[in-house]
């Protein structure tokens, strides 16, 4: 169980759908389980390895010539550290991360983290840290995956920095056919859980027009004020926005929630 949750977070009785990749669902189902509820998993993403194993090998290459590497979410630090040159990342080497989950994956494989925004955890937050504002000069190495938002290192560029981006692993939509619910799903799920436009995407689509109307119609948690507004636009209703995309914060939105419900 995600620990320091709300002692009084009663959540019995609650279909909550977890639409996070299959590796990732785990702590999360348990603690919604630990709480009452019932985890329903749909993983709306596959995480698969890099496309260019040559290229991200060349680029991994640079790294001692680097002065900041961010890692863009846990999945970008479980790969990348896993594809990592021998010898690791160098010492001096400024390490900023997104979000606390993915610190705190850096911080267990022996490589504290010396940038994490403080509040919200996304590009635009870490962009706003005092150490992302000068770095005129400075090369940047981005951990991500295919395809991600250009905001950070675009920024960075303009800023004065010399960027690159690192593409450790794929996103890919599972699918149609592997999606696998209980029959009566939508009468027993009270809310869902998605932390990436992506994801909400892919959720979309895996629905079809048969699902799709429930998702536009029940509560779902997301993690930025850009999910709201995609949300929003794609027709949900009852957006609902979570501190962050850890574990913590994503229960802390679902007690908050259930306590409206009572």
Same mark, same amino acid.
């Given at each position: 169980?995600? #620990?320091?949750?709300?002692?009084?977070?009663?959540?019995?009785?609650?279909?909550?759908?977890?639409?996070?990749?299959?590796?990732?669902?785990?702590?999360?189902?348990?603690?919604?389980?630990?709480?009452?509820?019932? #985890?329903?998993?749909?993983?709306?993403?596959?995480?698969?390895?890099?496309?260019?194993?040559?290229?991200?090998?060349?680029?991994?290459?640079?790294? =001692?010539?680097?002065?900041?590497?961010?890692?863009?979410?846990?999945?970008?630090?479980?790969?990348? $550290?896993?594809?990592?040159?021998?010898?690791?990342?160098?010492?001096?080497?400024?390490?900023?991360?997104?979000?606390?989950?993915?610190?705190?994956?850096?911080?267990?494989?022996?490589?504290?983290?010396?940038?994490? =925004?403080?509040?919200?955890?996304?590009?635009?937050? $870490?962009?706003?840290? #005092?150490?992302?504002?000068?770095?005129?000069?400075?090369?940047?190495?981005?951990?991500?995956?295919?395809?991600?938002?250009?905001?950070?290192?675009?920024?960075?560029?303009?800023?004065?920095?010399?960027?690159?981006?690192?593409?450790?692993?794929?996103?890919?939509?599972?699918?149609?056919?592997?999606?696998? $619910? #209980?029959?009566?799903?939508?009468?027993?799920?009270?809310?869902?859980?998605?932390?990436?436009?992506?994801?909400? *995407?892919?959720?979309?689509?895996?629905?079809?027009?048969?699902?799709?109307?429930?998702?536009?119609?029940?509560? $779902?948690?997301?993690?930025?004020?850009?999910?709201?507004?995609?949300?929003?636009?794609?027709?949900?209703?009852?957006?609902?926005?979570?501190?962050?995309? *850890?574990?913590?914060?994503?229960?802390?939105?679902?007690?908050?929630?259930?306590?409206?419900?009572?």
């Amino acid at each position: 169980m995600v #620990p320091n949750q709300p002692r009084d977070c009663d959540l019995t009785g609650i279909g909550v759908l977890v639409t996070r990749a299959e590796h990732q669902a785990e702590l999360l189902c348990e603690t919604i389980a630990s709480l009452g509820g019932v #985890p329903v998993r749909l993983p709306a993403v596959e995480i698969n390895g890099p496309a260019n194993s040559g290229r991200v090998n060349q680029l991994l290459a640079t790294l =001692p010539e680097c002065d900041i590497a961010i890692f863009i979410s846990p999945n970008a630090a479980q790969w990348g $550290l896993k594809l990592l040159p021998a010898g690791g990342l160098p010492e001096n080497l400024i390490l900023a991360a997104v979000g606390r989950r993915t610190a705190k994956m850096l911080s267990e494989f022996g490589y504290p983290v010396d940038i994490v =925004p403080v509040d919200r955890f996304d590009s635009e937050s $870490l962009l706003a840290t #005092p150490a992302m504002n000068d770095v005129t000069g400075k090369r940047v190495l981005i951990f991500r995956g295919n395809g991600g938002r250009a905001l950070l290192g675009e920024t960075l560029q303009q800023r004065g920095a010399l960027v690159d981006y690192v593409e450790v692993y794929r996103r890919k939509r599972p699918g149609v056919a592997s999606v696998s $619910l #209980p029959g009566d799903w939508q009468a027993e799920v009270g809310i869902a859980t998605v932390t990436s436009n992506d994801l909400l *995407d892919n959720l979309f689509s895996l629905l079809g027009t048969s699902g799709s109307p429930w998702l536009q119609a029940n509560p $779902l948690v997301v993690v930025s004020e850009r999910m709201v507004k995609h949300a929003k636009a794609l027709g949900c209703r009852d957006v609902i926005l979570a501190e962050g995309a *850890d574990e913590h914060s994503l229960v802390n939105a679902l007690c908050a929630w259930s306590v409206t419900q009572k």
